[in-house]
C-alpha cells in the first residue's frame, strides 16, 4: 500500500459516514491550549534574553536550542513503551506535563547562569517529551482513520492558539511588572498548573481492548521496528529533522537583519503562531482528503522559501510578513499531519510507542541540525548558513517523497 493513502470510515450498507472531532480532541486541545500559553511566555523572550541579554554565541545558542528539543528525546520512548504497557497513556502525559510546569519556577533559581538555565530546559524538555506522544496516541484512539488528519488539524489550531496567546501574556507581564522576567516565570507556572487540572478533569483515557495491560514487550517493539513501513517513516522524519532549523534562529535572524527593537522580538513568534492557527485545521481537513505525504511535504517547501527570505533581494515589512506567513504554513502543513500519516501505520497496541519513536528520531536530528547551524553561522556567517540550510531542504524534500510514496509489503 501506499502510506499517504487515507482510509475513509464507511457505514455498514456502504456509505461514508460523516466524521466528527471527538470530544476528547477538544479536551486534549484544551490542554495544549493553556499548556501553551504558558510554555510560550517563556520561549517568546529566551532566545533574545540568552543571545542578547547574556551574550551567548550563535553556537552556543545552538547547543541550548537543540537540546530544548533534542536531549531528553529517548525518554519519549520510554514514556510511549510504559503508556502502551500499561494502558495509562493520561498518567503519563500527566506526568510530563507536571514536570514541566515545576520547571517554570525553577528557571527562576538557577538566575543567569546559562548552564542553570540549561539544565532546566533539559527538565522541561523531559516533560514534554513524557507527554507528546501518549497525547497523540490518544488522538489516534480517539478519531476514526479516515479523519486523523482533521483531528490533528483541530488539536493543533488549539495548541497554536495558546502559541499565538503566550507572548502577547508574556508581553503584558512585562508591563505590568516593570519588565520583569521573573513575574513571568510565576505567572508561566500558575497557568502551567491550570493545564495539569484540566487534563485530570476533562480527558478521557483511551485503552485497546485487544491489547490489554502488560502484553506489550520488548518483542513486540522489534516487531515494531521491523516493519518496513514504520521505518521509511521514521527515516523519513529524521532526514526533515535534520534540516529544521530552530525558530528562535529564524527569528534571531530577522531581528538582526531588520534591525527590530528587543522590544518586539516576542511578537515575530505571534505572526507565526497566528498563520499556524488558522491554517491548522483546514490543512488536516484538505490532507484527509487529498494526501497527507503531499501537504507535509508542501510545508517543507514553505520551510525552504523561509530560509530564503532571510537571505534574499526583499526587505522591510514585506519580508517580515512573508517570512511568518511561510513560516506559520510550514508547520500547520507538517505538526499534526506527520503524526496523521503514521496513525494508521502502527498497531494500536503500540502506538504510543511508535509514534515516541518517530518523534524521538525527529528530536535527536533536531539537536544535530541546531548545533550545526549554530556553528555555521559562526564560521560562514547567516547568509552561507541559510543558502545551505535552503539547499538541504530541497535535496530532502525529494529523498522523502521517494521514501514515503514506496510501496511496502
Partial sequence: MYLSTVSRPVSANGGRVHSRVAANVFALGAVS???????????A???????VGLHLSPAAYGVLDGLYTGATALLRIVGGFIADRTQHR?????????????????LLLVGPSAAGIGA????????????SAPRDALITLSSPPGSLGRAFGVHRAMDSAGAFLGPLVALGVLAMSGQSFDAVFVASFCIATLAVVLLGLYVRDQRNPLAPSGTVSLRSFRELVGDPAVRRIILAASLLGLVTVGDGFVYLLLQKREDLSIAWFPLLAVGTNLVY????????ALADRFGRVRMMLSGYVALALVYLMLFGPVTG???LVATLFLHGVFYA?????????AGPVLPEGMRTTGIAMIQTAQALCYLVSSVAFGLAWQLWGAVHACQVAAAAVAITIGMSAVLLRRRVS
Fill in 33 to 43: 491550549l493553556v499548556t501553551d500559553i504558558s510554555s510560550e511566555m517563556v520561549t
Fill in 45 to 51: 523572550i529566551l532566545p533574545v534574553y540568552l543571545v
Fill in 90 to 106: 493520561k498518567l503519563v502525559a500527566g506526568v510530563g506535563y507536571a514536570t514541566s510546569a515545576l520547571m517554570k519556577p525553577a
Fill in 120 to 131: 532546566v530546559i533539559a527538565f522541561d524538555r523531559a516533560g514534554k517529551g513524557l507527554r
Fill in 277 to 284: 492557527l488558522l491554517l491548522a485545521a483546514p490543512f488536516g
Fill in 317 to 319: 515589512w514585506p519580508m
Fill in 333 to 341: 502543513a507538517t505538526d499534526g499531519v506527520l503524526m496523521a500519516l
